[in-house]
């Protein structure tokens, strides 16, 4: 075991090594700051003190809070955030991006990408200001926060100074999209401690260790529990800010969870401490059966299990990430869906066992496209052509959210992306026919009436329906 831990440290070293070799110094507050204190882990008698350790009693019970991008978009967001922490301890905060920052930092990308250094820069001088603006009013004066300058400062070089190569593409955006997290988290950090609430940036480029696969990947949840806890082992303080969305490749390049992937960030971070609870802070009450905003009689659901969220994650229900719910199934956290803007409403509990859902649940996707495949030779058992199909859909990154088998077709509704067509290409040259439908969503109702199935499973609109006795799902066109 001793060896085992022995050879994390080394690996964190070389992790730790090649951050700056590439990037320079980390640049968040008291990044690498030697200290220890209440929050360290003692060893037990007769144990060697290695500095971290497995064993979950020698950890404070922490929870997991995580703000969205939404949350934090201006300065009454960062307020309100310390509010809602203001009597806690003992907690890790996971931060997305501020507003729509990583939507900005795609377009510095898309400079990179298009050798267009003005549309870079434009970008990064909006954001820098867009930033400055949050800073100055939550200091109440114009103020510089170093960490954050230099932050801008790395951005601006790997955007402008990059020597760019198409097959580095997706590198390259998680190195820059990973900017959002990091700065703010780092004025977040800062905040807090110049209000008084004292804790500690937490860079999760070295703690989340990830697959080597940019743009998705998966946090290797076994190799990070140690990075992490030995961390946070080091420290005095008890809350943590860390970001959500990053992590660090083997090869100690940054990487990105997927769009949105703060909820996965911070469902991990709970798996690996063994959270009492993880708490994702949200613009809404709860979750609610239908987005109200196509469908203006939704109500909200107070409890819901693990199986039905993930089902309606998958389906498009914008609650979480659907990735959230295994590391938080595996150590049966529960999660709570709460409403940023007051802290006392009871918000939505995800566990493992709940009371039944008693409305029916609506879940429109939008922007969808169908594809519908046909064996160029009429082969009528297509099912035996299924695995070169999704192969190559894999390679292009889609993901069907419905499929619909027929003796000769293959119809799958899927997100609409500008890899379509070159998976379409592709499908063509591999011996299919292929026919695309635009301008489609994806609407699914669990626990379905006969009132909703004539009002939303009928007419000329639909292209496709799928029903079990629960469930009903149908590809329409959109009005
Ligand atoms: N900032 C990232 C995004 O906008 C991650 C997240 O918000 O969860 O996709
Ligand atoms: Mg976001």
Redesign the pocket.
Known sequence: AAGRKNAAACSRSALFFVFLHRFGMPAGPCAAEPCAGRFALRARPGVPDTGFSNDKALLPIMKVYKF??ASVRNADGVRNLRKIIDDEQNLFIIV??MGK???ALEKVFEGLQKGDKQLSLEHVESLRKYHAEIIDELWHEPKRLPAVDALFGELEKVATETVYKPGDAELWYDTIVAY??LVSTTIISEYLNYAGVSNRWIDMRRCFLTEQRHKDAGVNIEASASLLKNALGKCVENIFIGQ??IGGAPDGTTTTLG?????YSAAVVANILDAESMSVWKDVDGVMNADPKAFPDAVQIAELNYLDTIELAYSGAQII?PKTIKPLQNKNIPLYVRPFGDKRKPGTVIRGMSAPVDVPILILKKDQVLLTIRSRDFSFVLEEKFATIFSLLERFRIKANLIHNSAVNLSLCVDNSWHIDEAIEALREAGFDVMKAENMELLTVRGYTDELWRRYARGPQVFVRQATQSTVRVVRKRE
């Open positions: 969205g991008g997305s991006a920052t990583t939507n959002g997290e959500g969305f769009r949105e992937g703060s909820d990430h």
